[in-house]
Every structure is written in C-alpha cells, then in structure tokens.
C-alpha cells in the first residue's frame, strides 16, 4: 500500500523559500530531496553493515579446552602488559628479601611491593603457596647462589627477561596464574560465561590478565559479564563490555589492552 506524504501550508512555504522553489517545481523538487534523503540512509545503514563486517573476527570462537589454549594466551598476555624483573629496595622488599635486593634497580612508587617478575610479586601475591610458584622463584634464587648477589644485580638488571630462562620461567607464571584464574572463574562466572570465555581467546586473555588484576576486578568484570550474557549479548559485544569495564576502574595500560583485545591479528602462537 502506497503512503501519502502530508505537509502543512506553512511547511510548503518554508521549503519554497529556503529552496527558492516556485509552485510549479515544487512537487518535482520535494521528490528529489526525499531521494537524496533516502539515500543518505540507505548509505548509513551500509556503512554499519560494512563496520560489523569488518570487526566481526571479534566473534570468533576457537576449539579445544582452556588447558591447551592457557599457556598462549597467558604468554601474550606477559609479553604485552608486564614487565620483567625488579628487586629494588623498599621496606617491604628489605625485610622480606631472602637473598638480598638490587641496589641498582629503581624503587619508584614500589613501596607496598616485594620482588617481581613477569608481574608476579613474591609475597604480596602468595605466589609460593603453591608449586609452581616456588619453582618459578628457586629457579631465580639459584641464579643468585651461582653468580653472587652483586654479579646477579649486574645481570638481571630491572626490567630483565631472564636470558635462556624466559621461555621456562613465562610457561611456569602461567602456571601461576593458572591456579588463580580457575579458583575466580568457579568463584564468579555462571556456566554459559565460562563457556564463551573458554571458546573465544579474546575474552579468555581478558580473564587471563584479570588474574593478574586481582580477585576483585575479576569478580567485577565477571559480574558485568555474567549480566551481558543474561541479555543474549554476543561475543563482540561481551568483548566491547569487557574494555568499557576496564576503562571504568583505574588500572593502567587500558588502551594498550583494548588494542590488544580487539587487533585482527592476535598472533597467538
């Protein structure tokens, strides 16, 4: 069924006097613009077809469980937000330091904080209470009875990755890390989360760099997220709420996650 267009006398003659229009081009005139019009929508209405087609990668799910995808996602997630060694003096660190500390290594604003690598801080994190963890550090500790504390300093200067060692000592952090995320995510995601968590390496590295963040982030991430998918949201949608979470708290590197999360080519190896 075909519509009619209705317009007033006054809209009429508005249009003629903004368009200088006289009454007998007037009608020819109004389809025209109603076209021009018409099309400005249609090429609206493609361009948001064409920018979901181009970001639809975010929807990808990946096969296998997350023991077989765990190590290289949690790699990545080391490679791209933590840094490497540091061991620098703080009261903290003083007081707990087995071994001794690194003079030469910066303190900054380090004070609560006590001997780190890949982001895993020895005592604050408990990171011995478990297996790994206290392999992750003997390995460190048995470089420094082997080399002596000063020439250990004078090598693994701050920010060092480990030499020979980083490729063991990064698969054991996501060990670490392992364990953490597993007690969060039974804490905190209901089953059909931890499902489209475990089945799409985006969300899984943001759950994995949660680990780092700390129970409660993760526990308010998984909230935001738990309800998003009550709302049948999809995976690039849970994805977009993960970063707007983020950017809603004060943790560092936010952009620099978000770039990460949503890169084409994610180059997991």
């Known amino acids: 069924m075909s519509k009619k267009l209705i317009i007033t006398e006054s809209e009429k003659n508005n249009i003629k006097e903004q368009y200088n229009l006289n009454e007998i081009g007037f009608g020819d005139a109004i389809m025209t613009l109603l076209s021009k019009s018409l099309s400005k929508d249609e090429k609206k209405s493609d361009d948001t ?17 997350v023991d077989s995808k765990w190590m290289k996602v949690t ?15 703080t009261p903290k660190n003083n007081q707990t330091s087995k071994l001794g500390i690194c003079s030469n290594h910066p303190d900054g604003s380090m004070g609560a904080s006590t001997e780190t690598m890949f982001g895993l801080d020895r ?11 206290q392999e992750f550090f003997r ?4 470089q420094k009875k082997d080399l002596g504390m000063a020439q250990f300093c004078k090598k693994w200067k701050w920010n060092y990755k480990g030499g020979d060692l980083e490729d063991k000592l990064k698969s054991l ?3 670490v890390m392992k364990h953490s995320y597993d007690r969060n995510a039974g804490n905190y995601f209901s089953p059909e989360l931890k499902k489209r ?20 982030f993760f526990q308010k991430f ?27 708290t004060r943790l560092i590197r936010q952009d620099k996650v978000a770039a990460v999360l949503t890169d084409p080519n994610l180059n997991l190896a």
């Open 197 to 216: 968590v475990e089945s799409n390496d985006r969300l899984l590295m943001h759950f994995s760099y949660a680990s780092w963040n700390g129970p409660g």
């Open 49 to 65: 077809k064409s920018d979901d087609k181009e970001d639809s990668y975010l929807n990808d799910t990946s096969s296998g469980s």
């Open 75 to 89: 790699k990545k997630v080391i490679d791209k937000f933590e840094g490497g060694y540091w061991n620098g003096s």
């Open 139 to 142: 390995i460190i500790d048995k």
């Open 173 to 175: 952090a996501a060990k």
């Open 123 to 133: 005592y604050n994190g408990s990171i011995e209470k478990t297996s790994d963890g």
């Open 222 to 248: 998984a909230k935001s997220l738990n309800d998003a998918v009550k709302n049948g949201k999809s995976d690039k949608e849970l994805l977009n709420q993960a970063i707007a979470d983020r950017k809603n």
